[in-house]
């Protein structure tokens, strides 16, 4: 019994797990499954205590370079739009590498590589939420940000899992936008 013509074929997607924790290796794997690979790819990885900045972050207006060099912190530029992010081994990073549907243009979208993220963590009793605009919360507090590259028909989706990351490592080595958090503020 064949299928019929308005049934897309299930597409396999491509499972990586990354062990190794140097963040400039990590990045450039996204970028060489983005650019390089034919199939779509999901990616886990953690990175060494690294400050990752987006694609056009003014890097020290969003670091503490102080704090960052005294303790030998790497600081590297991702392909994605959006803010500095601080990772360590307590830091879960997911990648989605997914082509746009037949004759779509792509497009940012984050609630469709979040959902799957947030169906998996409600299966294991976590109350997790999409919030604001790409921001995975629990009880409104952020344990998640995303960020998403797209080029050449491809979306590259990318995002952190917080679970155990050193917090005194994260508010000392950036220097968030106080503009980022005036419409969140008791007034």
Known sequence: MGLSSSVEPLKLMLCIIRHETDPYFNLAAEEVA??????????????????????????????????VQAHNIPVVRRLSGGGAVFHDLG?????????TPDGQRAQVDFRRFTQPILEALQTLGVDARFEGRNDLTIDGRKFSGNAEYVSGGRVLHHGTLLFAARMADISAALRPDPAKFADKAVK
């Not at 990175?47 to 969003?62: D, F, S, W, Y």
């Not at 830091?91 to 082509?99: C, G, P, R, V, Y």
């Open 34 to 67: 983005m650019t390089h690979f034919a199939r779509e790819s999901f990616m886990l990885w953690r990175n060494a205590p690294t400050v990752i900045v987006g694609r056009h972050q003014n890097t020290l207006a969003e670091i503490d370079t102080e704090y």
């Open 91 to 99: 830091n879960l990073n997911f990648t989605f590498i997914a082509d």
